[in-house]
């Protein structure tokens, strides 16, 4: 019962995220591990409030990856631009 309540949760998320084939990924990290796939759906939040894909190596969220990767080039250029002034 319990089983089948999880998936319902699951599948509402991943509706009312707007991404219905989020559910096609494996549920668990482990499932995601032993099926081959670099990423899984298991329709909890993460920490900063999103219902994303997560990847399996390190589980963050593919969300919070992204929004990481956009700071990095504004820090690259800041520490360059630091650099050369010294």
């Given at each position: ?39 899984f759906f ?45």
């Amino acid at each position: 019962m319990a089983e089948h309540h999880k998936e319902g949760q699951r599948k509402r998320r991943a509706n009312l995220a707007g991404h219905p084939e989020w559910m096609e990924y494996p549920r668990t990290r482990p499932r995601a591990l032993k099926a081959g796939a670099d990423y899984f759906f298991s329709g909890r939040m993460c920490k900063n409030r999103h219902y994303n894909l997560r990847k399996v190596l390190g589980s963050r969220c593919v969300e919070c990856e992204s929004e990481a990767q956009d700071i990095s080039p504004t820090l690259a250029s800041f520490m360059r631009d630091w650099l050369s002034e010294v």
